[in-house]
């Protein structure tokens, strides 16, 4: 190889790394969202790569599935551009959180992979994008004096997620109905963001 | 050994094993209340035994952290049982949520160390005692007109383990004061219980 095809040939190669990692984590996601305990194997033989290929690009399970939820979540915050945060903050919670829960009921066995597999403050870091949006109204919502100040802003955050992924659980355990769980979500959300009737 | 030393030895090699075992959870509570991620051998060493005997009662560190976790589970769901719970059903959650509350702050690294290691059913079942005793304060909470009945009790109760279990992680994660979570548990659980304004 002479100086032009290296170059040629390390760009077609970047290139076919690319769209090998796109079409491993394509494939994880298609795995891990019906099995969360899908394994190495399957997500290869379904990506169309071999072992090698895959472990060239990801060196375990855990970082596969971290970079899968990464991306997801990335993915996810600019899905929620899309949900109009003005006019009343009760009202603009709600848009919110509704568009929250389909994203995470559609990932819900992938945030279980991640779960058993990568550590808290991993899961933490990936949602920040999506946190800071919430954060963003809640702090608007309480400036305006619609919700309660009598509550840390940054709690009040922390509640969104823990109340959605709580649904997710209750879901999976068969203790709630599918079909009732937006509604239970910003039921919850509103009350626990009520000012307290002085 | 003849039949008659043979029974005194065999009763006195179980009080032994009661004995060992009693010390070896003591001290994985010890060890791991201070870390989570204490080992075996410093559990062993601190309970005063070799990892032989340890590995005689406890097939692994799992199993260790299962059982402890357990037994301290039943030995809250006992102290919840001095809780008063009659009267105007918001004062007893008050009550027993404080209670509660207390408890997951003394043991918060065994809590992070059951997550990490054991399946989240079986950390469920744990909590079963527990559950419960606020399950049926719920009820009784809903029937007197006190608590909402538009959510269903289930949720309502998975809602107080949820969100005593936030406060542990904020808490962890150093956006909570530990004074200020008793307060904000209860200020976030009375509002969501309380009939939304018709």
């Known amino acids: 190889m002479d100086g032009t095809t290296d170059a040629v040939g390390t760009r077609g190669k970047r290139a076919d790394a690319q769209r ?3 079409a491993i984590l394509d494939a994880a996601l298609e795995c891990l969202v019906r099995n969360p305990d899908a394994n190495i194997a399957e997500i290869a033989r379904r990506a169309g790569v071999g072992r090698v290929t895959l472990y060239g690009h990801f060196s375990s399970r855990e970082d596969l599935i971290g970079q ?3 991306r997801t979540l990335d993915r996810a915050d600019r899905a929620l551009d899309s949900v109009d ?3 009343d903050p009760r009202a603009a919670l709600s848009r919110l959180v509704a568009s ?5 009921d559609q990932f819900r066995h992938l945030l279980d992979a991640a779960q058993r597999s990568l550590p808290p403050a991993r899961i933490r ?4 994008g999506p946190m800071r949006r ?9 400036a305006e004096g619609v919700f309660r100040t009598d509550l840390p802003a940054t709690w009040m ?15 999976a355990d068969g203790r709630l109905a599918e079909q009732d769980a937006a509604r239970v979500i910003d039921a919850t959300l509103q009350a626990a963001y009520t000012p307290p009737a002085g």
Chains 1, 2 share one sequence.
């Open 100 to 104: 929250s829960w389909q994203i995470v």
């Open 125 to 128: 870091a990936a949602h920040e």
């Open 157 to 171: 955050v922390a509640l969104v997620h823990t109340v959605v992924h709580a649904a997710a659980d209750e879901i």
């Open 85 to 87: 945060l003005t006019g």
């Open 20 to 22: 090998n990692i796109a």
């Open 68 to 70: 899968l939820f990464t």
């Open 134 to 142: 919430i954060a963003g109204l809640i702090e608007r919502g309480q």
